[in-house]
């Protein structure tokens, strides 16, 4: 299972964060939560934030913004639905979180239905430009 430390980011930008700039319509629709959330500074790859919105119940959206540029970058899904009851490898149910990241490392994990299907554990690579993704693991859905 990827580990956040074996993805470091290298330096934590401190400066005041740049302002997010709105080029793909896509992004405009979603400009108060994009420009709210990188407001607050890098909190992922060293210099980046990501930005993240409901969608829904147990629902969640993303982008990703650079804090030196303001240049804005789509999450590796639409929407991730993660209300499902499911079993993910890689943590246990009561440390569940749909997105975990860190400012220090470029590894984001992702644990959910990315449009809703194909619910897993997703492991990505932040490249400077892309998330590439490095690892799935299936979720088992919880018998009742």
């Known amino acids: 299972i990827p580990q956040f430390t074996e993805f470091p980011a290298g330096e934590v930008f ?12 896509g992004d405009q629709r979603f400009r108060t939560r994009i420009r709210d959330g990188a407001s607050r500074g890098p909190n992922f790859a060293g210099h980046y934030t990501i ?3 409901g969608c829904g ?10 804090a030196r540029s303001g240049d804005i970058y ?6 991730l639905g993660y209300g499902a009851v499911q079993t993910y490898a890689d943590v246990s149910e ?4 749909p997105l975990s990241y860190k400012v220090e490392s470029r590894l984001l994990v992702v644990r959910g239905c990315p449009e ?3 619910c897993a554990s997703y492991f990505y690579e932040w490249t400077g430009s892309r998330l590439r993704l490095i690892r799935r693991l299936d979720a088992t859905p919880i018998q009742r």
């Open 116 to 118: 809703d299907k194909n």
């Open 94 to 97: 009561d440390k569940y979180e």
């Open 51 to 53: 930005a993240d919105w």
């Open 57 to 66: 119940t147990s629902c969640v959206s993303i982008a990703v913004v650079d």
């Open 74 to 79: 789509s999450g590796p899904f639409g929407i």
């Open 14 to 25: 401190s400066a005041k964060p740049a302002s997010p700039k709105f080029v793909h319509s």
